[in-house]
């Protein structure tokens, strides 16, 4: 295939409305949102089988822009196609645009050259040119400090001033929200989001962050064996070799990296609940704003590329197979560690590093030497296991005036199916016993951590409206990833419960002293207990207040909702 020339100059074949901002200046600027729009809406109506749309709500107070190359008229269409359907997330962090300018030429030369206008016929190209709109349209030349161009972008933060890399399975933010909802509309194979890297310097322009394959199961095996070999083997032939993702920050790259542990707050989490294969693009800082858009385009090209040899029907039947696998598993993994013994090995293309003293403290501060470009063997601790598992109940059943939680899974495609009357149905609850809250706020959010519960079964009588979740449908793992406590990225953790954390009723201590004894008097075998926990705890023996706590808390007073989720399992 003949190579696109680059930079994408302006030529008498390009009309004056299909010249991006990056073009104009050279490859220096990143279009503005409002600019880059326009040029989204006349690109759509200059070409047959491209096409713009709108879709859900953002902070900012804009919608969601869609754009995508297909023979579908609208996003409701597209999943009906049997082509793959693969979707490029843009401008998630508006200060690190490659993805914004690339997109935009990538759909163009799909559209005018000759040499790859074949390449849409196999595959939907669906494209979010801006993901993040309160960051995009809050534009600045200075807040991505260790950053080379281009020379204005956009804020890491939304018009909630939330990170919205870190917000797909909570979705504070009406964008995660919509995004949720686009997942389940247009249901792409691929998911592909565009960044900018952070962290140690190496000779790549381009590292990536594919979904961890252990964590897709049976997708993961082609996602590792055959489609990251023919993306780097792709990306070598364009000369923009790649590696995984370099995730090493403050201290040098030694002799060994780790691959990211993606939980579901991170989109390529997110995605892999819906057996969607999920890559983020990380092109480096340090390298100028043009070759960082050119890698980007190459990256994406190569993913449509890949469709070009006839393996579509393989390819979708190996996610519909994905999809009736996750239906039938009975054990679903929720937490997962990192793999430190397994690892593979990497010819690693560096810079040597060093200390110097610092201008500023006179202390030792690293530097990596350009000058001085090395290769070495590098340690890739790609593989991780399962930590933790639950067992998949027949349903669940969530209390209807928990309606964040029902948004949010409704978002999904989880089917809720009210109850038409008051039922009393036997149940497992879920009750905590112990957590631990963090001491500082984490995008809005105190998160809870290494939590412990335990299951009483008992007759639970729901009423009308109450909500019934069965089980059995595509949607298995992600349910149990957010109803199960103990999973890092549940509800509970990101604090949807925590109402049910906090007493709400109490008692005087003078007035209860009476209702104790007669509590006792009336139940020999909570008397011979408490009587028992007298003789071996000290301290409950000297602290007359908890021992009125106690009797409370095994009496009728004591409120059942406390520290009991909304949630239960019917096993």
């Not at 809050?138 to 991505?144: A, P």
């Not at 309606?403 to 949010?408: E, G, H, K, L, T």
Request: hydrophobic share 35%.
């Amino acid at each position: 295939m003949k190579k696109i020339l680059f930079l994408f100059l302006i030529s008498s074949s390009i009309c004056n409305a299909q010249i991006t901002r990056f073009e104009k200046s050279k490859g220096q600027e990143s279009a503005p949102y409002f600019e880059g729009i326009q040029w989204w809406k006349d690109f759509c109506g200059r070409w047959d089988n491209t096409h713009i749309t709108t879709f859900g709500a953002t902070d900012a107070g804009y919608p969601l822009h869609i754009a995508w190359i297909g023979e579908a008229q609208s996003l409701a269409d597209i999943k009906k196609s049997n082509k793959p359907v693969i979707l490029i997330n843009n401008a998630i962090h508006p200060g690190e645009p490659d993805g914004v300018d690339a997109s935009m030429l990538l759909f163009r030369e799909l559209m005018r050259s000759e040499d790859l206008q074949n390449l849409t016929k196999n595959v939907t190209l669906v494209c979010i040119p801006y993901y993040n709109i309160g960051g995009a349209i809050n534009r600045n030349s200075s807040s991505r400090a260790n950053q080379d161009g281009p020379i204005n972008y956009g804020f890491r933060g939304n018009a909630q001033n939330l990170d919205l890399n870190r917000d797909f399975i909570k979705c504070d933010s009406k964008n995660a929200l919509s995004f949720a909802k686009l997942l389940q509309q247009i249901e792409p194979d691929i998911y592909i989001e565009t960044h900018v890297s952070n962290g140690a310097d190496y000779q790549y322009t381009m590292t990536y962050l594919a979904t961890q394959p252990d964590k897709l199961k049976y997708l993961g095996q082609y996602l590792r064996g055959d489609i990251i070999p023919y993306l780097e083997k792709s990306m070598k032939d364009k000369n923009q070799e790649m590696v995984p993702y370099v995730n090493i920050h403050g201290g040098p790259l030694k002799d060994k990296i780790h691959t990211f542990y993606d939980s579901p707050r991170y989109s390529t989490g997110l995605t892999s609940l819906h057996n969607i294969i999920g890559f983020i693009t990380e092109t480096h800082m340090l390298k100028p704003f043009d070759k960082r858009v050119r890698a980007t385009y190459d990256f994406l090209l190569s993913m449509v590329q890949m469709f070009d040899n006839g393996n579509t029907i393989e390819f979708k039947s190996k996610i519909a197979l994905a999809k009736e696998i996750e239906k039938k598993a009975k054990e679903f993994p929720i937490d997962w560690q990192i793999d430190t013994v397994s690892y593979a090995t990497l010819q690693f293309k560096g810079y040597e590093y060093g200390y110097k003293k610092s201008q500023i403290s006179g202390q030792d501060r690293l530097y990596y030497d350009r000058e001085k470009p090395i290769t070495k063997t590098v340690k890739h601790y790609n593989k991780m296991y399962v930590k933790t598992t639950a067992t998949k109940p027949n349903a669940y059943m969530l209390q209807q005036g928990y309606w964040q939680v029902a948004d949010r899974l409704l978002a999904n495609g989880v089917k809720l199916v009210p109850l038409k009357k008051d039922s009393t149905i036997e149940v497992n609850s879920f009750v905590i016993t112990d957590y631990k809250t963090a001491k500082k706020p984490y995008e809005k959010h105190y998160n809870h951590s290494h939590v412990e519960y335990k299951l009483e079964k008992l007759n639970y009588t729901f009423r009308k409206g109450d909500y019934l979740i069965p089980m059995n449908t595509d949607k298995n793992r992600f349910i149990v990833e957010v109803l199960e406590p103990n999973a890092p990225d549940s509800y509970f953790n990101w604090n949807f419960f925590d109402a049910n954390l906090q007493q709400k009723e109490w008692y005087s201590n003078y007035v209860f002293e009476d209702k104790a004894a007669d509590i006792l008097n009336k139940n020999e075998v909570l008397k011979m207990e408490f009587e028992q926990k007298k003789r071996v705890d000290d301290a409950f023996a000297k602290n007359a207040q908890a021992q009125l706590y106690w009797i409370y808390k095994h009496s009728e007073h004591y409120e059942l909702s406390h520290n009991r989720l909304p949630i239960f399992r019917i096993d």
